[in-house]
Antibody, heavy 119, light 106 residues
Framework: QVQLQESGPGLVKPSQPLSLTCTVS??????????WNWIRQLPGRGLEWIGY???????YYSPSLKSRITISVDTSENQFSLRLTSVTAADTAVYYC???????????WGQGTLVTVSS | EIVLTQSPATLSLSPGERATLSCRAS??????LAWYQQKPGQAPRLLMY???KRPTGVPARFSGRGSGTDFTLTISSLEPEDFAVYYC????????FGQGTKLEIK
């Protein structure tokens, strides 16, 4: 059973970078037919896809966030990471990591981590 | 960007009743649609992919249909654990989610 777990600071100051890591267990991040995603949920609102990475390092980002995002992968640690720069209060959200699997959908999710942007 | 519009925003039903949730895409997405269930404090759970396919472990009372721009998720007979928020999501062009339908107990 694949499991994902987000980790990182729960509080970030405005204009600072937000950095989160997702650790994958129960399966290899190098599995074929999968990519690894970050998705966020703004307070009381719906879900917003941020971007994904393949184990090879290839990435694809949401056009609306592209200028501020970097997603990286560490296959040796079975982890992938998100860095979001120049954050504002509008970036306050629950951040999820999720696997996009062979079904063509997000089949495994982390539990989510709340990141609050505040001074 | 492909916009997904879900209706209704809130659906009030009783256990045992049939629920029908709708998702409309702003342009054709063929069958590239998934449905998720989210309960408070939990991550979304995949319920349906490719519009009508159930992952292993999802009860048979959940069914999906549609293609192009109009999709529905049907729960044939509501169980108490089905009351939650449901999201549709498309993968035809990047990934976008609908705004959700809250299924509440009447």
């Amino acid at each position: 059973q694949v499991q994902l777990q987000e980790s990182g600071p729960g509080l970030v100051k405005p204009s600072q970078p937000l950095s989160l890591t997702c650790t994958v267990s129960g399966g290899s991040i190098s599995s074929g037919g999968t990519n690894w995603n970050w998705i966020r949920q703004l307070p009381g609102r719906g879900l917003e896809w941020i971007g994904y990475i393949y184990y090879s390092g290839s990435t694809y980002y949401s056009p609306s966030l592209k200028s501020r995002i970097t997603i990286s992968v560490d296959t040796s640690e079975n982890q992938f990471s998100l860095r979001l720069t120049s954050v504002t209060a509008a970036d306050t959200a629950v951040y999820y990591c999720a696997r996009y699997g062979p079904t063509g959908a997000f089949d495994y999710w982390g539990q989510g981590t709340l990141v609050t942007v505040s001074s | 960007e492909i916009v997904l519009t879900q209706s209704p925003a809130t659906l009030s039903l009783s256990p045992g009743e049939r629920a029908t949730l709708s998702c409309r895409a702003s342009q054709s997405i063929a069958g590239s649609l998934a449905w998720y269930q989210q309960k408070p404090g939990q991550a979304p759970r995949l319920l349906m992919y490719d519009a009508s396919k159930r992952p292993t472990g999802v009860p048979a009372r959940f069914s999906g249909r549609g293609s192009g721009t109009d999709f529905t998720l049907t729960i044939s007979s509501l169980e108490p654990e089905d009351f939650a928020v449901y999201y549709c999501q498309q993968r035809s062009n990047f990934h976008t989610f609908g705004q959700g339908t809250k299924l509440e107990i009447k």
